[in-house]
């Protein structure tokens, strides 16, 4: 099974360029579905996931081109399966953002239950909620999930969301665009990944206004074409970066950014003493001006909120910086399971339930060998052994593979002392 060894690297330098939205480009693969005609997706990150989705997608009908590097074609002129495959839907948690598309197309889905990173419950009732409201009957069987539309097809309803789920609203929006009449998504999440999704379906013929709001209006049509759509910049890659600035006290331009995505990261960074500039080049992030960073508090909250995904990787970096900080975790309730890991590298982190931690900083820490539990746990881990004495060993690497296109190649590029090895 393959490891990354990393060592301690001194300050990294130089310049990165952020790969598409592993969380924007699954869903608009998914969406592709609902056309006829070829669909062209641009910045396709060379992922794990990416061809999870891909595989389902061919199960499912779809032809699916490699056209030249990070450059994808989608053509599903017919729907050859209404049901996705056991072996990769478990692979994945993204790969239920198919059902959506199915159902809109061919008036029937079914879809096993999804697996992915075991960062909590992540229950999938907001989707079959919106499905029902939308008139599909709901069968729900031990290892599978089947949605059926009625005669003449999903019909168009107003659907409030009891937490604005990214997933749920995703699904509600792809299977809504071609439903009879108006769709209505309140308390919808109001993500990046989001807008790009409707962006790209507004391109292929549909009518979706609000998208970015808390209430998104879907005016159903007959059917969707081919278009072509380039993904938006990872934010969360994005902010991995910033961390790996700050941790090590480097200075690292990150290119191909979106600063309105990063707007909570960058103000905490700020807090935090780090200087954060955007120029015509991209962002720079320096932490080399300033000795002493000192702690700051963060909270997780949905988009525009502190991103959950960016939780472990700042942790890691509070426990190097001067001063005690909290954490909390409002979003998923079993991630904290980088914690124990981190402090078998010298950290001191307490926990008081599954959503609160207690930091005290400046800490050295020291290599060890650790386990990505998760794909961000797995990046926090990353940063920690770039600043540890010795060498971190780091198991379970799939997950990080699964989200990160390039991860050892940028690294290096800016002086990481990172290895993969197969044990």
Known sequence: MAKFLVQKSGPLNGEVVISGAKNAVLPLMASALLAEEKCVLRDVPALRDVEVITEILRSLGSEVTQLEESVIEIHTPQIKSNE???DLVSKMRASFLVMGPLLARTGRAKVHAPGGCTIGARPIDLHLKGFATLGAEIIVKDNYIEAIAPEGGLVGASVYLD????????????????AKGTTYIENAAKEPEIVDQANFLNKMGARIKGAGTDTIKIEGVERLHGTEHTVIPDRIET???MLAAAITHGQILIK????DHVKPI?????ESGVRVEMTDEGMYVIADENPNLVATDIKTLPYPGFPTDIQSPFMAYLTTVNGASTVIETVFENRFMHVAELN???ANIKTD??????????????GAQVIATDLRAGAALVLAGLVAEGTTEISEIYHIERGYEKFIEKF????????KIED
């Open 84 to 86: 996705a495959d056991y």
């Open 163 to 178: 937490f604005p789920s990214v997933g749920a609203t995703e699904n509600i929006m792809s299977a809504a665009v071609l």
């Open 239 to 241: 902010g991995t970066f």
């Open 256 to 259: 191909n950014v979106v600063p």
């Open 266 to 270: 960058t103000a905490k960074l700020r």
């Open 344 to 346: 078998r590298m010298g």
């Open 353 to 366: 339930g599954d959503n609160h931690a207690l930091i005290q900083g400046a800490k050295q820490l020291e």
């Open 412 to 419: 290096k590029g800016l002086g990481a002392t990172i290895f």
